[in-house]
């Protein structure tokens, strides 16, 4: 079996770092959701123009 961790290292955390992290998830989710919305409408106007 493993072993479980029996102690843990807590290293000092910034508001900086903090903010850095929850930008960079901002933007991926914001980059996502762009390409995703880009993607429904490809689709939407590929099925207007072969379909309708």
Known sequence: MA???S????VAV???DILAERQRGW???TQFATWG???TVVVLVALA???G
């Open 27 to 29: 933007e991926g989710f």
């Open 49 to 51: 123009v072969f379909v």
């Open 7 to 10: 102690s843990y290292e807590f």
């Open 37 to 39: 919305i880009a993607a």
């Open 14 to 16: 910034s508001a900086k």
């Open 3 to 5: 072993e479980q961790q």
